[in-house]
Every structure is written in C-alpha cells, then in structure tokens.
C-alpha cells in the first residue's frame, strides 16, 4: 500500500483544515487508518485512527473534540478535519495503514505516507 498525504498548509489559529490521505491498491478496506504528527524536536505522537469500516474512532485526548477523522473505501482515502487549531498543532502530519484495532502504537502501523506540513500561527 502506499499512501500519499495532502492538504496541509499555513493557518491561523481558531482555523480548520482538512488532511487527506489517499492509498493505492484495492485492499484499503482492509486496514485501519491513523493519522500522526510531528513537531520540531520532538517525537512522532498519535493523533487518530479509525476502523476499517469508518464506524469506530479514537483520538489523542489533545484532539478530542477539534479534530475529526473519516474514510471513503470507495475512494480509497482517508480524512482528517481539523478545527479550532492551536499553534501546538504545528508539525508534520503521517497517515498510516496498519492490520490491528484503531491503535495508538506506531509499531502497529505497516505502512506510512509521506506526510504534510501544518503551521499554525499565532
């Protein structure tokens, strides 16, 4: 699978976007997907996931309540809509395609795109 990552940008704070991820190959169905990001100096952190049917999610408590992930299998693509967003948001942002639950560990993620930038201003 390989996944390719878009829609990150220059925003100011209390502003929304929209992340997209898109997958090739048939099989993206088959996987969950999640979203993580990182910041300058520090370490790669969870953001979200959700199951393979799109019904289940969960999210880091930081994101909870702004920031809300979808999936179209039709589309093979994977969103993550972000709002209220706070300079802390700033990092770059990787989806992920794993076989487990909607799981918060990286080793559990087989497959990484490339990521996108988000900046938030202040």
């Known amino acids: 699978v390989q996944l390719q990552a878009s829609g990150g940008g220059l925003v100011q704070a209390g502003g929304s976007l929209r992340l997209s991820c898109a997958a090739s190959?048939?099989?993206?169905?088959?996987?969950?997907m999640g979203w993580f990001r990182q910041a300058p100096g520090k370490e790669r952190e969870f953001v979200g996931a959700i199951s393979r049917s799109g019904v289940s999610t969960s999210y880091a408590d930081s994101v909870k309540g702004r920031f809300t992930m979808s999936r179209d299998n039709a589309k093979s693509t994977v969103y993550l809509q972000m709002n209220s967003l706070k300079p802390e948001d700033t990092a770059v942002y990787y989806c992920?395609?794993?076989?487990?639950?909607?799981?918060?560990?990286?080793?559990?993620?087989?497959?990484w795109g490339q990521g996108t930038q988000v900046t938030v201003s202040s």
């Open positions: 992920a395609a794993g076989r487990w639950g909607t799981s918060a560990k990286q080793d559990e993620y087989d497959y």
């Open positions: 190959g048939r099989t993206f169905s088959s996987y969950v």
